[in-house]
């Protein structure tokens, strides 16, 4: 049973779970402090229900890719890393395996939804269907976002897990809306777009290969981090925009401290880097965008407290 459960840790990649969760969290919390509504049973099943969809959208992705033949491109492609369990293209799992246990995960965020949908109104199922639509087609034909490299993968993560995971969130615990949640969302989910498009650079010769057209692969390298720069800075900006609005206490600036590791490893890339000279940029956005959104969670349960 601990093997099974290993492999599924693996194939679904949960260690990249917070970033669905952190932004949940954020909107549950953001409608303790506003409104003082908190009910932990509907956090709860938040959570399971967008933790279960996130987890699908990583093995979905998976599985198309494997039928696009990108994650072949990534095994032959030199210096290429590859990001995905592997799974497929080493045989570990049978499609029909993999495919059984994406589809299970589906079900457990829909059955959720439908329940929240129930308890707290209709726009629920709005923000779960957009999430899960996002999270199909978006290597999966016929849209395929991350395949265009128009920017359409980039607004999709910052649909995905920014602005529908808060508001929504938000709207299960008080069944409205309010501008305060869109704010709310900006920081972590402009730090989680950073991270994909971060995550890019480790296998974009691979992505050409495959025709894969990430904005890294149409820019090039160079132009791509130009563009990964004014990302940071527009995401922690946001988080400043959402002290002045009223959005989180004057005390979560404390999360502009979490952008100094990350600048610091801009600073020692090059105009042209190996694949492997960017798995810095990539752990330190991860890393970054945990700490912050952690920071964040802490400031609105210290609102909400005092």
Same mark, same amino acid.
């Given at each position: 049973? @601990? *093997?099974?459960?290993?492999?599924?840790?693996?194939? &679904?990649?949960?260690?990249?779970?917070?970033?669905?969760?952190?932004?949940? %969290?954020?909107?549950?919390? $953001?409608?303790?402090?506003?409104?003082?509504?908190?009910?932990?049973?509907?956090?709860?099943?938040?959570?399971?229900?967008?933790?279960? %969809?996130?987890?699908?959208? @990583?093995?979905?992705?998976?599985?198309?890719?494997?039928? @696009?033949?990108?994650?072949?491109?990534?095994?032959?492609?030199?210096?290429?890393?590859? /990001?995905?369990? $592997?799974?497929?293209?080493?045989? /570990?799992?049978?499609? #029909?395996?993999?495919?059984?246990?994406?589809?299970?995960?589906?079900?457990?965020?829909?059955?959720s939804g439908i329940i929240l949908s129930v308890i707290s109104g209709w726009p629920v199922i709005v923000f779960g269907g957009l999430g899960g639509l996002i999270a199909y087609f978006y290597?999966?034909?016929?849209? #395929?976002?991350?395949?265009?490299?128009?920017?359409?993968?980039?607004?999709?993560?910052?649909? &995905?897990?920014?602005?529908?995971?808060?508001?929504?969130?938000?709207?299960?615990? &008080?069944?409205? +809306?309010?501008?305060?949640?869109? +704010?709310?969302?900006?920081?972590?989910?402009?730090?989680? /777009?950073?991270?994909?498009?971060?995550?890019?650079?480790? *296998?974009?010769? %691979?992505?050409?290969?495959?025709?894969?057209?990430?904005?890294?692969?149409?820019?090039?390298?160079?132009?791509?981090?130009?563009? &990964?720069?004014?990302?940071?800075?527009?995401?922690?900006?946001?988080?400043?925009?959402?002290? +002045?609005? $009223?959005?989180?206490?004057?005390?979560?600036?404390?999360?502009?401290?979490t952008v100094i590791p990350l600048y610091g490893v801009y600073g020692k890339l090059k105009e042209h880097n190996p694949s492997h000279a960017y798995l810095p940029l990539m752990g330190g956005s991860v890393k970054a965008t945990n700490r912050c959104g952690v920071i964040l969670?802490? %400031?609105?349960?210290?609102?909400?407290?005092?």
């Amino acid at each position: 049973m @601990n *093997h099974i459960m290993k492999q599924f840790m693996k194939a &679904s990649r949960i260690r990249v779970l917070p970033v669905m969760l952190i932004p949940v %969290a954020l909107g549950a919390l $953001g409608a303790f402090v506003w409104d003082g509504n908190f009910h932990f049973g509907l956090f709860l099943l938040t959570l399971v229900g967008s933790g279960a %969809a996130h987890l699908f959208s @990583n093995m979905i992705n998976d599985l198309w890719d494997y039928y @696009n033949g990108t994650d072949e491109a990534a095994k032959q492609a030199e210096g290429a890393i590859s /990001t995905n369990s $592997g799974y497929l293209t080493n045989g /570990t799992w049978s499609i #029909r395996t993999f495919a059984a246990v994406t589809w299970s995960l589906f079900g457990i965020a829909a059955l959720s939804g439908i329940i929240l949908s129930v308890i707290s109104g209709w726009p629920v199922i709005v923000f779960g269907g957009l999430g899960g639509l996002i999270a199909y087609f978006y290597v999966a034909p016929p849209i #395929r976002f991350g395949y265009r490299g128009k920017g359409y993968s980039e607004v999709a993560i910052l649909l &995905s897990f920014g602005i529908l995971p808060v508001a929504g969130a938000y709207y299960v615990q &008080s069944s409205e +809306l309010d501008y305060r949640a869109l +704010l709310l969302s900006l920081p972590i989910g402009l730090l989680t /777009t950073l991270i994909l498009f971060n995550h890019h650079f480790l *296998h974009w010769q %691979a992505d050409k290969q495959a025709g894969k057209k990430t904005l890294v692969v149409v820019w090039g390298e160079q132009r791509a981090l130009v563009f &990964s720069r004014w990302l940071l800075v527009l995401a922690y900006a946001s988080l400043v925009i959402c002290v +002045l609005a $009223g959005a989180l206490p004057w005390y979560a600036l404390i999360g502009l401290l979490t952008v100094i590791p990350l600048y610091g490893v801009y600073g020692k890339l090059k105009e042209h880097n190996p694949s492997h000279a960017y798995l810095p940029l990539m752990g330190g956005s991860v890393k970054a965008t945990n700490r912050c959104g952690v920071i964040l969670i802490l %400031a609105l349960i210290i609102q909400g407290l005092v």
